[in-house]
T-cell receptor, first 114, second 115 residues
Framework: AQSVTQPDIHITVSEGASLELRCNYSYGATPYLFWYVQSPGQGLQLLLKYFSGDTLVQGIKGFEAEFKRSQSSFNLRKPSVHWSDAAEYFCAVGRGSGTYKYIFGTGTRLKVLA | DTGVSQNPRHKITKRGQNVTFRCDPISEHNRLYWYRQTLGQGPEFLTYFQNEAQLEKSRLLSDRFSAERPKGSFSTLEIQRTEQGDSAMYLC?????????????FGPGTRLLVL
């Protein structure tokens, strides 16, 4: 069955520190991969996506993610975190061929210390 | 560029009442999705439309739930005889068909509280 695992429920980092949020997926074919961010009480904002090609993708707000097929991972990174990055981050997998739904992980809540 | 909009943003209702939510997708998008998100969880797929056709429904969509997209533009999600377990954030997303590699853009959600 298709699934997405985000092993870290909560992560706390100091402002200015680097960040890596983990995402592992289980999917039969090469998936389409996404990272979304959600502020409290709000909808989801797309940070970045991977469909094919270069395995290192750049997104908005200084985020990047790397697709590693051998590890079934798509980890999100940021070199220097800002206080405004505090939010919940969701990894999602999706693929065409009959179904267009996304499967989401349970999310990682990021807290940023001043 | 107008994004996905949802109304109302918040809804409080009593158990047993019916509620209806509306979603207006990005204007050129022909696919529209509904997801449900409970506290501490990621969004879970409920159903999706391509134009006015409802093409897939999740097992989460019980008989009390019905969704429509009558003219292939806005969509409504109705919950009949609400239960406390229906309390959640209901998210709508839309996308444009592009040979498989498409991106879903989400609205702000409707938060439902069933008392």
């Amino acid at each position: 069955a298709q699934s997405v695992t985000q092993p870290d429920i909560h992560i706390t980092v100091s402002e200015g520190a680097s960040l890596e949020l983990r995402c592992n997926y289980s999917y039969g074919a090469t998936p389409y991969l996404f990272w979304y961010v959600q502020s409290p009480g709000q909808g989801l904002q797309l940070l970045l996506k991977y469909f094919s090609g270069d395995t290192l993708v750049q997104g908005i707000k200084g985020f990047e993610a790397e697709f590693k097929r051998s590890q079934s991972s798509f980890n999100l990174r940021k070199p220097s975190v800002h206080w405004s990055d505090a939010a919940e981050y969701f990894c999602a997998v999706g693929r065409g061929s009959g179904t267009y739904k996304y499967i989401f992980g349970t999310g990682t809540r990021l807290k940023v210390l001043a | 560029d107008t994004g996905v909009s949802q109304n109302p943003r918040h809804k409080i209702t009593k158990r047993g009442q019916n509620v209806t939510f509306r979603c207006d997708p990005i204007s050129e998008h022909n696919r529209l999705y509904w997801y449900r998100q409970t506290l501490g969880q990621g969004p879970e797929f409920l159903t999706y439309f391509q134009n006015e056709a409802q093409l897939e429904k999740s097992r989460l969509l019980s008989d009390r739930f019905s969704a429509e997209r009558p003219k292939g533009s806005f969509s409504t999600l109705e919950i009949q005889r609400t239960e406390q377990g229906d309390s959640a954030m209901y998210l709508c997303a839309s996308s444009a068909t592009s040979g498989g590699a498409e991106t879903q853009y989400f609205g702000p959600g409707t938060r439902l509280l069933v008392l």
